[in-house]
T-cell receptor, first 112, second 113 residues
Framework: GEDVEQSLFLSVREGDSSVINCTYT??????LYWYKQEPGAGLQLLTY?????DMKQDQRLTVLLNKKDKHLSLRIADTQTGDSAIYFC????????????FGAGTRLFVKA | DAGVTQSPTHLIKTRGQQVTLRCSPK?????VSWYQQALGQGPQFIFQ???????QRGNFPDRFSGHQFPNYSSELNVNALLLGDSALYLC????????????FGSGTRLTVV
């Protein structure tokens, strides 16, 4: 089935690292994504990872994929107040028609 | 380079009415996907258009229909509006099906009263 689950809230202090977690149920998911949504705006693609990868790093962002546990995480180093937003995990399959399914989002609060 | 543009930004309709939302994809993109985002929820996939045809569809009733034009722009039509259709409607564009992710517009906020 198609289901992506995320915790609803995360609060961190400015300068700390944030880790946002996601689990997905479809083991055939081939592509996984992290998007960011700020108030009143659409979603912004942060990064993606393919199922043949375990880790991807892009500046302050590190994505870890554990295929065995169907677990995806996004680590934000040196979190800033501007990182306060909702972060969505999403999955897609390459077979049976391509569509991207989103989780409910994790709201990140960064305290100064 | 303009990203994805959606119009209108806000809309208020009465139950039972029909609405048309419009989307222009990012330059160079040929595929448009539509999502419904209820307050406090993640985006729910409605359908995807490529080469002027609906290629994939989510669990939405036939009241939701769409169209893609030769210039890749797209419309989302919703008939017989219900209160529960109130949401942010997001258009996302991509080159091909979107393996490398989507570019989203800022959305149309639809309120049904």
């Amino acid at each position: 089935g198609e289901d992506v689950e995320q915790s609803l809230f995360l609060s961190v202090r400015e300068g700390d690292s944030s880790v946002i977690n996601c689990t997905y149920t479809d083991s055939s998911s081939t592509y996984l994504y992290w998007y960011k949504q700020e108030p009143g705006a659409g979603l912004q693609l942060l990064t993606y990872i393919f199922s043949n990868m375990d880790m991807k790093q892009d500046q302050r962002l590190t994505v870890l994929l554990n295929k065995k546990d169907k677990h995806l995480s996004l680590r934000i180093a040196d979190t800033q107040t501007g990182d306060s937003a909702i972060y969505f995990c999403a999955e897609s399959k390459g077979t049976g028609g391509f569509k991207t399914i989103f989780g409910a989002g994790t709201r990140l609060f960064v305290k100064a | 380079d303009a990203g994805v543009t959606q119009s209108p930004t806000h809309l208020i309709k009465t139950r039972g009415q029909q609405v048309t939302l419009r989307c222009s994809p990012k330059s160079g993109h040929d595929t448009v996907s539509w999502y419904q985002q209820a307050l406090g929820q993640g985006p729910q996939f409605i359908f995807q258009y490529y080469e002027e045809e609906e290629r994939q569809r989510g669990n939405f009733p036939d009241r939701f229909s769409g169209h893609q034009f030769p210039n890749y722009s797209s419309e989302l039509n919703v008939n017989a509006l219900l209160l529960g259709d109130s949401a942010l409607y997001l258009c996302a564009s991509s080159l091909g099906v979107g393996v490398y992710g989507y570019t989203f517009g800022s959305g149309t906020r639809l309120t049904v009263v």
